[in-house]
């Protein structure tokens, strides 16, 4: 099968299956895999395919490039771009209007997407390599297990301005004292703390990182599919009995608030005064983590 296109002819998400395990790749790694709508139904669409076929027993999800996306893709700045199954009839909106059910409908739609891999009845890996930040942890830890090179990090920087986590899994991974500590102050997690917090499985040197998660994926044709099936399902149902789904509304509907505030306008606008690395700079220096250890290091 091949994968979701929109840009020119490239594959933005790739789909292939090899025997037992299907692997979804996010393919615009010139973007740093940056999500845009076509790559989150391309993910979707693949999650379908895997459930669908007879033959797969696993599924490894992983990034092409350098980085295993960057969350969404904010420099294009078009929210129009995103599909909504909501278009109630009413006046034309005002300039700087904001409609919350719509907002809340069009990221809801995201999260119901990115939850196929929750729902999957497959095992659904996730293999962390270069960065996952915003919006690609709320499709990656969605994910049954993760794996992480060694000089990977995870985090969602938007808690410093503009977002919350939508599929708000971070609680249920990490418990309360480490959510806190990660996400109210949006640092970044290192794949040595990710390992020792229980965030990931296993960590690995990033040549060999892609290797060990298929082979670990390709182990799992020799228990029966239904038995893998269950147990996925009722351990997920614990999940959904604390409340994952009321949290994943309110962080949907939070995400929301937070990116139509007025301090949430003026940080949007400067990207076009100050250019968009350099904002996203101005957020990162003080905590010296993402992009800023980068360039200290360098």
């Not at 002819?9 to 979804?24: F, H, L, N, Q, W």
């Not at 696993?58 to 893709?73: H, N, P, Q, S």
């Not at 919350?100 to 095992?123: A, L, T, Y």
Request: glycine content about 10%.
């Amino acid at each position: 099968m091949s994968g979701s296109k929109s840009e020119g002819e490239e594959e933005v998400v790739r789909y292939e299956e090899r025997g037992a395990i299907a692997v979804i790749t996010l393919n615009r790694p010139e973007r740093l895999n940056t999500l845009t709508e076509p790559m989150v139904q391309g993910v979707a669409d693949g999650i379908d395919a895997a459930t669908a076929s007879r033959e797969v027993r696993a599924i490894v999800l992983r990034g092409e490039g350098r980085v295993f996306t960057a969350g969404y893709d904010l420099v294009s700045g078009d929210e129009s771009a995103w599909s909504s199954p909501y278009d109630a009839p009413g006046p034309q909106r005002r300039e700087g209007a904001w409609d919350p059910v719509r907002d809340w409908q069009f990221m809801g739609s995201n999260v119901e997407r990115f939850m196929k891999i929750w729902h999957c009845p497959k095992p659904v890996l996730g293999e962390i390599h270069g960065f996952a930040v915003g919006g690609a942890t709320d499709l990656v830890l969605c994910c049954d297990q993760l794996f992480m090179a060694e000089d990977a990090h995870i985090g969602y920087a938007p808690s410093r301005i503009y977002g919350t986590p939508t599929t708000m899994l971070w609680i249920y991974r990490l418990g309360l004292e480490h959510a806190k500590q990660f996400l109210l102050t949006g640092q970044a997690i290192d794949a040595e703390t990710a390992l020792r917090i229980g965030l990931v499985s296993s960590v690995h040197p990033a040549e060999e990182l892609s290797t060990v998660v298929e082979a670990h994926a390709e182990r799992f044709r020799h228990i029966p599919a239904n038995q893998l099936a269950l147990n996925k399902l009722l351990i997920n149902q614990a999940f959904e009995n604390m409340g994952l789904r009321t949290t994943q509304l309110l962080g949907t509907l939070f995400d929301g608030m937070t990116r139509h505030t007025e301090e949430a306008y003026r940080w949007a606008e400067s990207f076009s005064e100050k250019g968009f690395r350099e904002v996203i700079r101005e957020r990162d220096e003080p905590w010296g983590d993402y992009g800023e250890k980068q360039r200290k290091t360098d």
